[in-house]
Each structure stands twice: as structure tokens, then as C-alpha cells.
């Protein structure tokens, strides 16, 4: 079977890890989340996660070296990527392992969502999973990084015909049933 993976681009909140882990089940596919595992390193308190836990407490990325090194680690076959790349260093890393590995990049998705509906559902989900950088300094911060470091990507993809925009707004269904349709799966 062909090799491939799936990116999920778009701002903090805007509901990409649940989408992601959607397709990524329905597909059978791997689901790499680079703040999930960053979370997991800073619960158990690794050597990692000691290093990167006041990073994103303030809501800045995490230097590129450390980030490649978890995606090489991670790196499979069919695989769908939650949150990174974030970076252009990134993306341009992706691209170099993802030719080495002989994996396809099926496309990238843009969950788009306007701003003020991401800080609300950013401070609901701070109710709900308790997650340290969901308060409103921290949700204005990472907003910043995402346009200043991470919404260049999107030209990036575009300039490739890998990207497919996706309006984030509605229930969860009717965006999976938008993402499936713009990927083709
Ligand atoms: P997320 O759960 O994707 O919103 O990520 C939470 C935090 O983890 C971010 O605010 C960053 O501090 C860090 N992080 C996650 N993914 C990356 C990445 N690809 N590059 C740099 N930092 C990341």
C-alpha cells in the first residue's frame, strides 16, 4: 500500500487535534501530534519535558532540533500530522524526510476559524482539560507565534497545490465531512 501522510495546519483552536484523530483512526492511520507527546514528556518529567515545559507555558514554539528529533523517532508509513510542521525550517525538514522515506504528502488541511472563536473555545477547553497554556495571555501569545511563524506555511503549501482550505466553523461532524471531501478520502 502507498505511502502517505496527512498535515493539519491552522491556528491553536481551531479543532485540529479532534479532526485529526478522527481521520487518522478512520484511516488507519498514525496520528502524531507534536504537543500531545510534548505534553506527555512534560507530565512524566523527562529531561525533554522539563526543558520544554516553561516554553509552552508561555506559549512559544519549541526549538526546531528537539521537534525534528521526536518526528524522526515517530516517523511511519501512513502517518497524520497534528501541529507541526509550525516552522519553515520545519516544513523544509518534512519534505527532505518525507522523500528519504519514500511517503507521498497527500495534502495539507486549513482549518480556518476566525480569531475570536478560537479564544472562546480555547477558554472553554481551559475549563474542561485544564491545560496550562488555555489561559488569555497564553491564547494571545500562541495566536501571535501562529501568525507570525506558522501562517507562512500556508503559501508554502499553496505554492506546492497541496493545500485544502477548510471552514472550521460548525459542528465536528460537518467539518470531518468537509475535510474528507477536500482531501479525496
Ligand atoms: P499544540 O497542542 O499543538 O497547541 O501545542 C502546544 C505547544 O507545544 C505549543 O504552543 C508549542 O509550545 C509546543 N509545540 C507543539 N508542536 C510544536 C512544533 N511543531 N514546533 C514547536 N513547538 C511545538
Do not use: C, W
Not at 39 to 59: F, K, N, S
Not at 81 to 104: C, H, K, V, Y
Not at 127 to 148: F, M
Amino acid at each position: 500500500m502507498e505511502r502517505t501522510a496527512i498535515i493539519f495546519l491552522g491556528p491553536p483552536g481551531a479543532g485540529k487535534g479532534t479532526q485529526a484523530a478522527r481521520l487518522s483512526q478512520e484511516l488507519g492511520f498514525k496520528k502524531l501530534s507534536t504537543g500531545d507527546i510534548l505534553r506527555d514528556h512534560v507530565a512524566r518529567m523527562t529531561p525533554l519535558g522539563q526543558a520544554v515545559g516553561p516554553i509552552m507555558e508561555r506559549g512559544d514554539l519549541v526549538p526546531d532540533d528537539l521537534i525534528l528529533a521526536l518526528i524522526r523517532e515517530e516517523l511511519s508509513g501512513k502517518v497524520v500530522f497534528d501541529g507541526f510542521p509550525r516552522t519553515q525550517a520545519q516544513a523544509e525538514a518534512l519534505d527532505r524526510l518525507l522523500a528519504e522515506a519514500g511517503i507521498r504528502l497527500l495534502g495539507v488541511v486549513l482549518v480556518e476559524v476566525p480569531e475570536e472563536e478560537l479564544v472562546r473555545r480555547m477558554l472553554k477547553r481551559a475549563g474542561l482539560e485544564g491545560r496550562p497554556d488555555d489561559n488569555e495571555e497564553t491564547i494571545r501569545r500562541r495566536l501571535e507565534v501562529y501568525r507570525t511563524q506558522t501562517a507562512p506555511l500556508v503559501a508554502y503549501y499553496e505554492r506546492k497545490g497541496l493545500l485544502r482550505r477548510v471552514d472550521g466553523l460548525g459542528t465536528p461532524e460537518e467539518v470531518y465531512a468537509r475535510i474528507r471531501g477536500a482531501l479525496g478520502v
